[in-house]
């Protein structure tokens, strides 16, 4: 799946940090008819994970287009994502990453699953092993703002490896600012102008987007329109 600048559908970001609420987020959909969202259970161990399932299947969500997937995770529950809601893409972080993903376990599902860049852009191997890169681009952002000479190193031909391995899914967190200074990134929006970064990375939009974010919904909504616009005055 490669990149389809103009053409990218923007998702709410049902996360599960510490600082998420996701069992009050599932209830948020029925406030606001949400059937489609974006998930990232990342936190959750297999019982919490179970637990969720069952919420889900109980709420307003029909339709899950990605899912963030963790390290631990199970063939079944990949099938469950695919089958009852329509997962199209995952991603992973890095291979050397501390998470240690198990490639074997999950290799036949790699035409759907995205590497995500952190702190170090994923290898060209590792890269190859998978559909293509899931930016995340606060952490690309991020990289710009607080990052070691090593760490700018590591990024110097993002642009060039995008264009050749292609993306499929991205992520949008917060980009802070203090004193009218960018500063740090963050799960958890305090404004809408902490998305003002995005317009910076317009050219490298994928079809998907997520947003990662703790706020509810209801603020996710407004960083959704807000994003949609930034998106709108590139065409």
């Known amino acids: 799946m490669q990149s389809n600048m103009g053409n990218s559908k923007i998702l709410l970001g049902l996360t599960t940090t510490p600082g998420s609420d996701w069992k009050d987020k599932i209830e948020e959909c029925r406030k606001f008819n949400i059937t489609e969202v974006a998930l990232f259970p990342t ?11 069952e ?8 339709s899950i287009p990605h899912v963030h997937l963790r390290s631990d995770m199970e063939t079944w529950e990949l099938d469950l994502f695919i089958e009852k809601y329509g997962t199209q893409v995952f991603n992973v972080h890095p291979l050397k990453s501390k998470y240690n993903f198990d490639y074997e376990k999950l290799s036949r599902y790699k035409d759907m699953i995205y590497l995500e860049n952190q702190e170090h852009i994923p290898t060209d191997n590792e890269i190859k092993m998978f559909a ?7 952490h690309w952002a991020s990289d710009f703002i607080k990052g070691s000479i090593t760490r700018k190193k590591s990024y110097r031909n993002f642009e060039e490896k995008i264009r050749k391995f292609g993306v499929g899914v991205g992520h949008v967190s917060a980009i802070r600012s203090f004193l009218g200074f960018l500063n740090y990134d963050s799960h958890m929006m305090h404004e809408l102008k902490d998305l003002d970064y995005m317009k910076n990375y317009l050219d490298f939009l994928p079809p998907i987007i997520s947003l990662e974010l703790e706020n509810t919904f209801e603020e996710q909504l407004d960083a959704k329109a807000y994003l949609e616009e930034i998106i709108n005055s590139k065409k």
């Open 55 to 62: 919420l889900l299947e109980k709420s307003t969500i029909k």
């Open 132 to 138: 293509g890169y899931c930016i995340d681009f606060t």
């Open 43 to 53: 936190f959750l161990k297999l019982q919490e994970r179970q637990e969720l399932y």
